[in-house]
């Protein structure tokens, strides 16, 4: 499978506990995108790398929020301190100049 | 709250029939669309992306329509097959490489 790949694909944490999800884009891909989707909603951009440097985030991505992509290849998504409306789907996508193909995204439920 | 959030707008079709699912965009300086279909507990699949310097695009059984006098994009499906069955959400891009995506529409094959 050459698809987007993230792990874990479920997550269930308590409150305060730290998480870290990881994500696999398209080899080819230099662009990597993280979003956070709740439910019946769609996704919202958090950040984004083009090779291991990440050129943007979101207001949305608090400092208990971090990402890293260290030799441009896969991802990872750190949360601190997970609160309760933490709780989420976390998708990764990888693209190229214009395009983006989500994973199958991480569920985290914070309880 | 979450609620509201599940009401999102529904469009139910005959198998067999087409269907034309519509989203309105926010920005006129958007240049970049794409369509993502959205089965349940997976993530978005895309479907058909079209930039705006276009105003028609067609796929296999998918076509996607760009008016960016009154900023509308919709995506219509040929001979609807039960697999069609998701929510649908229509993104834009503008100026830098996040996509925004806007509220989804439940498509709903009838037998």
């Known amino acids: 499978d050459t698809g987007v790949s993230q792990d874990p694909r479920h997550k269930i944490t308590k409150r305060g506990q730290n998480v870290t999800f990881r994500c696999d884009p398209i080899s080819e891909h230099n662009r990597l995108y993280w979003y956070r989707q709740t439910l019946g909603q769609g996704p919202e951009f958090l950040t984004y790398?083009?090779?291991?440097?990440?050129?943007?985030k979101s207001r949305l991505l608090s400092d208990r929020f971090s990402a890293e992509r260290p030799k441009g290849s896969f991802s990872t998504l750190e949360i601190q301190r997970t609160e309760q409306g933490d709780s989420a789907m976390y998708l990764c996508a990888s693209g190229g100049l214009y395009e983006q193909y989500f994973g199958p995204g991480t569920r985290l439920t914070v309880t | 709250g979450e609620s509201v959030g599940l009401h999102l707008p529904t469009l139910s079709v005959q198998e067999g029939d087409n269907s034309i699912i519509n989203c309105a965009y926010s920005?006129?300086?958007?240049?970049?669309f794409i369509w993502y279909k959205q089965e349940s507990g997976k993530g978005p699949q895309f479907i058909i992306d079209i930039r705006s310097n276009m105003d028609k695009r067609q796929g296999q059984r998918v076509t996607v329509l760009l008016n960016k006098t009154v900023k509308h994009l919709s995506l219509q499906i040929a001979a609807t097959q039960p697999g069609d069955s998701a929510v649908y959400f229509c993104?834009?891009?503008?100026?830098?490489?996040?996509?925004?995506f806007g509220t989804g529409t439940r498509l709903t094959i009838i037998p």
């Open positions: 920005n006129s300086a958007s240049d970049y």
């Open positions: 993104a834009e891009r503008f100026g830098n490489e996040k996509l925004t």
């Open positions: 790398f083009q090779n291991e440097a990440q050129l943007e």
